[in-house]
């Protein structure tokens, strides 16, 4: 019987493995303007308690030709998620994308992504960095940190 059930698992695994295609190329990374539009309106603080924060814009195609997830890491003083997101607004003001959409992967997991980093002049934060994901499907927090790692 464990035979069977192992077996049976083996061909699930290997027929998701199939079926798993690449996601599809954007045709641009959003602009800045369009993420500025949409307005960031999500943050989680960084679970080992530092002042790294996570800031969201779930699901939006932001005039391009796929849906994207925009993720703003940065080092904001405070405690409350209302005062992170408004610092993560006034933050977008001073970005730049610095890629073309590059496929990366995380655990298996493709994904196009776009990196955005602050201009040379602005010095509000200790470490700001923006990334835009497609498809627009990356909750976990860990994976995120790991793919902005790969980004810098």
Same mark, same amino acid.
């Given at each position: 019987?464990?035979? %069977?059930?192992?077996?049976?698992?083996?061909?699930?695994?290997?027929?998701?493995?199939?079926?798993?295609? *690449?996601?599809?190329?954007?045709?641009?990374?959003?602009?800045?303007?369009?993420?500025?539009?949409?307005?960031?309106?999500?943050? &989680?603080?960084?679970?080992?308690?530092?002042?790294?924060?996570?800031?969201?814009?779930?699901?939006?195609?932001?005039? *391009?030709?796929?849906?994207?997830?925009?993720?703003? &890491?940065?080092?904001?003083? *405070?405690?409350?998620?209302?005062?992170?997101?408004?610092?993560?607004?006034?933050?977008?003001?001073?970005?730049?994308?610095?890629?073309?959409?590059?496929?990366?992967?995380?655990?298996?997991?493709?994904?196009?992504?776009?990196?955005?980093?602050?201009?040379?002049?602005?010095? *509000?934060?200790?470490?700001?960095?923006?990334?835009?994901?497609?498809?627009?499907?990356?909750?976990?927090?860990?994976?995120?940190?790991?793919?902005?790692? %790969?980004? &810098?």
């Amino acid at each position: 019987m464990k035979t %069977k059930i192992f077996a049976g698992l083996l061909i699930a695994a290997a027929a998701h493995t199939a079926l798993a295609v *690449t996601p599809t190329k954007p045709n641009a990374c959003p602009s800045i303007s369009a993420i500025k539009s949409v307005g960031i309106n999500e943050a &989680r603080k960084e679970e080992d308690g530092g002042a790294m924060w996570y800031s969201f814009i779930r699901k939006n195609s932001f005039g *391009t030709n796929v849906e994207w997830e925009f993720i703003l &890491r940065g080092d904001f003083n *405070t405690q409350k998620s209302s005062e992170a997101i408004k610092m993560a607004n006034a933050s977008l003001s001073s970005m730049n994308t610095i890629s073309e959409p590059v496929l990366t992967e995380d655990n298996g997991k493709e994904a196009w992504a776009c990196a955005y980093f602050p201009s040379s002049a602005d010095q *509000t934060h200790g470490y700001l960095m923006g990334l835009a994901l497609s498809p627009a499907d990356w909750i976990e927090i860990p994976a995120i940190a790991r793919i902005i790692s %790969k980004m &810098r």
